[in-house]
């Protein structure tokens, strides 16, 4: 860290070294047993790919010296999933509530005409399975809709599955680069991640016929492309409730705050969306779900207007120049909670947001199960 870094590039800095650190023990637990954390992996790789992105992106305005010297290949696929962590609130016009159902759609149908394809009996073609779920202590956490989505696959990908593995690794090997070579000589070792926590023999995978496996879930008003994209919520809510949350390492405290943070915010603002652009046809019992989701005191909270300095700090990594006398280098994420959130410390907010995370990821297993 330079000298002559003004303080708010410094608690930047700090900001993405927690994240590194995290993200490179992380990876550790991968790289010890590649063949059993496929599926952790590929429930984080969208939160690394925003660190990736974000950092990179801050960079360039602190230290363009340095973000030079981090270049990475894939970085058109990176900032794609990176995005993916937005869900419905993504502004771009392709995006949005329509535009990732009809992303989700085209997964679905890809998949059915690559599985159909291996079938030479037409009459065998109505059980054909073209949907594969992983699930962790009895809860969805990723489907081959979801992992494409969060893996920044497209659609025509799907079907050439030895073509999009390659893709996967290459971009892995991208993100490993530069996780790397942004910590320089710190060891990969260190204390134990969620994945330590894990029984990974629990992970349990099945070959499914999507309209047999989400038949009746969540609400009759929404297409195949509505529920996958649900689905993928859905992963991300169980992802954080059964998998990080075993995570009770001092040294993973922000990481783990940060990745639930941004991921209910993202959850609870897409489903406010969600609410009002289907809410003429919704039925009672959808409606009292997400009733019982976005009237919580801690979504109010989440959503209001004067956390977003919070959630958009922890996301872009350079606090405002305004908040930047409020901020310690010494104080858990440098005293982000306590100056965006009035009345909260770190401790406090981290208790509120764990147990909504097991509230919203519950009533979302209700809603889906139906």
Not at 42 to 69: G, V, W
Not at 78 to 83: G, L, N, S, T
Not at 314 to 336: D, E, Q, T, W
Not at 341 to 362: C, I, K, M, N
Request: aromatic content about 12%; proline content about 4%.
């Amino acid at each position: 860290m330079g000298r002559d870094m003004n303080h708010e590039n410094q608690v930047a800095v700090r900001l993405m070294n927690n994240d590194f650190t995290f993200a490179r023990r992380f990876l550790d637990n991968v790289i010890a047993d590649p063949g059993n954390t496929v599926i952790p992996l590929f429930c984080m790789n969208n939160y690394i790919s925003l660190f990736i992105y974000e950092s990179h992106k801050a960079l360039k305005q602190i230290d363009p010296a340095r973000a030079t010297q981090l270049e990475y290949d894939n970085s058109d696929v990176i900032e794609r999933v990176r995005h993916t962590v937005k869900l419905f609130k993504d502004a771009a016009p392709d995006k949005g509530i329509v535009g990732v159902a009809t992303y989700f759609e085209e997964l679905l149908a890809a998949s059915r005409t690559y599985f159909l394809s291996s079938v030479w009996l037409p009459l065998a073609r109505r059980w054909v399975k073209d949907l594969g779920v992983w699930s962790y202590r009895g809860r969805l956490v990723t489907t081959t809709q979801v992992a494409s989505f969060y893996l920044g696959a497209e659609p025509q990908e799907v079907g050439d599955p030895e073509s999009l593995g390659q893709s996967f690794k290459a971009v892995a090997e991208s993100q490993g680069g530069y996780v790397a070579d942004f910590l320089g000589v710190q060891p990969w070792q260190g204390p134990p991640t969620f994945v330590d926590a894990m029984d990974l023999d629990e992970i349990e995978n099945k070959d499914v016929k999507f309209a047999e496996y989400f038949e009746g879930t969540f609400d009759p008003a929404f297409d195949e492309g509505l529920v996958g994209a649900l689905a993928a919520f859905r992963c991300a809510l169980n992802f954080c409730d059964v998998m990080l949350s075993g995570d009770a390492s001092a040294d993973s405290a922000e990481a783990v705050f940060k990745i639930k943070y941004v991921t209910l915010y993202h959850v609870l603002a897409s489903l406010e969306e969600l609410k009002k652009h289907y809410v003429a046809d919704l039925n009672a019992r959808s409606l009292g779900i997400l009733d019982a989701i976005l009237s919580n005191s801690t979504t109010g909270l989440m959503l209001a207007r004067n956390s977003a300095g919070l959630r958009n700090t922890l996301i872009h990594y350079r606090p405002a120049a305004k908040a930047a006398a409020l901020l310690s280098l010494n104080l858990p994420l440098c005293g982000l909670v306590e100056a965006y959130v009035p009345g909260y410390d770190f401790p406090t907010l981290s208790q509120e947001v764990d147990e909504h995370t097991v509230r919203v990821a519950e009533l979302f297993e209700e809603w889906a199960r139906g």
